[in-house]
């Protein structure tokens, strides 16, 4: 476990144990296949949902595992913008 050094107000300092970071499920496992575990989410939607003032796409950046994601060409698409 990872402890992190806290300074307190009045000097003394504390440490605190916490859990390490659990990587980040996709959110469409349980939709798609039947609740049978997520997996967990490797991908970004690359789908383009608007653009900056300058011109720069604003993507969808879901995040998808490899089993739910669909790749078209150098792109992943989450299942909302795969179709």
Not at 21 to 28: L, M, S, V
Not at 45 to 70: N, Q, S, W, Y
Request: contains cysteine.
């Amino acid at each position: 476990m990872p402890c992190s050094y806290v300074k307190l107000p009045d000097g003394t300092i504390a440490i605190v144990k916490h859990a390490a970071e659990r990587a980040p499920r996709c959110k469409f496992c349980t939709v798609l296949h039947d609740g049978s575990g997520t997996q967990p989410a490797t991908q970004l939607c690359d789908f383009e949902i608007a653009r900056t003032l300058g011109g720069d796409p604003i993507t969808c950046d879901a995040r998808v595992c490899v089993r739910c994601a669909r790749r078209v060409g150098d792109k992943d698409f989450c299942p909302n913008h795969s179709g």
